[in-house]
């Protein structure tokens, strides 16, 4: 999921580039044309380079991130515990509890 999730980010973080936007943003703009979000796009065009331009920045380094970043480790921890270390198995031997013939005899 990580590797997906990089990809996509990755390649939408290119396509949301600002400099592409001078191409993509008029073909977006008529393709959406009677639309409120097509009327929407062709005057707010400022907010759009400005949005564009974040999701470019922040795409790009989340890809990154999850495609190159530190790979999560499957340990034998618990699920509810992700941060317990695992303790080491050893072998213990509990001592036999005193019987009555072993204890000293009381007086009566």
Request: net charge positive; aromatic share 8%.
């Amino acid at each position: 999921m990580r590797r997906i999730g990089g990809v996509v980010l990755t390649v939408t973080g290119f396509l949301a580039c600002p400099c592409h936007l001078i191409i993509t943003l008029p073909l977006l703009i008529s393709g959406l044309s009677g639309t409120a979000l097509g009327s929407f796009l062709s005057r707010n065009t400022g907010l759009v380079y400005t949005g564009a331009g974040l999701y470019f920045v922040v795409a790009l380094a989340l890809g990154v991130w999850f495609l190159f970043g530190p790979k999560r480790q499957n340990d034998e921890t618990d699920a509810a515990c992700r941060t317990c270390a695992p303790v080491a198995t050893e072998t213990h031997v509990q001592e036999r509890s005193p019987m009555p013939e072993d204890l000293p005899a009381t007086r009566r």
